[in-house]
């Protein structure tokens, strides 16, 4: 891929396998291979409806590796800063499977790996931002310090550069080493970026506020950095969403859904649609709108990517 990016996003990838029965994970007999990970999720979703993206990493040079670097690439993902280090392993994650939508029970293998390694010296400034935007969530912040530096670098380079930032909390908590780190880290991260796209459970554990409006309130007027992010969109599951701008507030109503199936992934799926809006130049209400109703599609499917539309599906349903 030649010329400039629309969206960059730093994070690790890993190769998913998903039981084939529900139940406890070590009663499984067979598993289906996918792919797994929150910024690559994103970038899947962004790719299928046409963005030019960008995703840099860390792979080891092994079978899993391969398999992720060629789903990433045929999906039409800049690949060109992923690294395959033959003296690392690449992240492994087992997942069972639900029928009943709740969430499924998962297994990590992740620690130390190749992703895990990343170090702020593998940031290509100039193809960084060569893009419009960048994306990222807390997850890869979480997976060793030095992400956390890479992702911090990286926010502030593109804010620097008058690029847009997103950012997806998207806690998980036992990769940190305490409750209050997490807070205090992922709180560092959201006051970087422009767009912010916290669940209603994770803003009331990272700011102590109940309402989706005095959390999007502390986000937008509490920081360090003057008015804050400048987009807060809170999620709130079956219900929708609440947003709030410098010009514009209020609540986005959930898509209904015959079947929730699996609820992982949901989040990538929102974040898709709200990015690709705004990028598009379409209303804060309609960004958030397409943002709700790829989320509803996402836990319609028992993948993380699955339910992610192509711009085809997405025009043809007037989103």
């Known amino acids: 891929m030649s010329g400039e990016l629309d969206v960059v996003t730093f994070g690790e990838a890993m190769m998913m396998l998903v039981a ?26 962004l790719a299928r409806l046409g963005l030019k993206v960008g995703w840099a990493s860390r792979l080891g040079a092994d079978s899993m590796g391969r398999y992720l670097l060629a789903e990433m690439q045929g999906e039409g993902i800049d690949c060109s800063h992923v690294v395959s280090d033959p003296t690392q392993r690449t992240a492994l994650q087992f997942k069972g499977r639900v029928t009943d939508g709740s969430d499924p029970p998962i297994e990590y293998h992740r620690k130390g790996s190749a992703a895990s390694r990343m170090q702020v010296s593998d940031v290509d400034v100039s193809w960084l931002r060569s893009a419009r935007h960048l994306h990222s969530t807390g997850v890869f912040a979480a997976i060793s310090e030095n992400c956390f530096e890479v992702q911090r670098k990286t926010m502030t380079l ?42 209603i459970e994770e803003g009331r554990l990272l700011t102590g506020r109940q309402t989706p409006e005095d959390i999007a309130g502390f986000y937008r007027r509490g920081g360090p950095r003057k008015g804050g992010p400048s987009l807060v969109v809170i999620k709130l599951g079956a219900d929708g969403a609440y947003f709030e701008s410098a010009n514009e507030q209020g609540y986005v109503p959930g898509f209904p859904v015959d079947t929730v199936l699996d609820t992982v992934g949901a989040g990538d799926g929102f974040a898709v649609g709200v990015i690709s809006a705004l990028l598009a130049g379409l209303p804060l209400r309609k960004a958030v709108e397409r943002g709700a109703w790829i989320g509803a599609r996402a836990v319609q499917v028992l993948g993380d990517t699955e339910g992610l539309p192509t711009r085809d599906v997405l025009e043809q349903a007037g989103r």
Not at 20 to 45: C, M, S, W, Y
Not at 174 to 197: H, K, Y
């Open 20 to 45: 084939d029965q529900p139940g406890p994970l070590e009663h499984a007999k067979a598993f289906h291979k996918r792919t797994a990970g929150a910024e690559t999720n994103v970038a899947i979703g």
């Open 158 to 199: 593109m804010r620097e550069a008058g690029k847009t930032v997103s950012f997806d909390p998207n806690l998980r908590p036992t990769l940190w080493p305490s409750i209050q780190r997490m807070c205090e880290g992922i709180n560092e991260l959201a006051f970087l970026a422009d767009w912010v796209f916290p669940g």
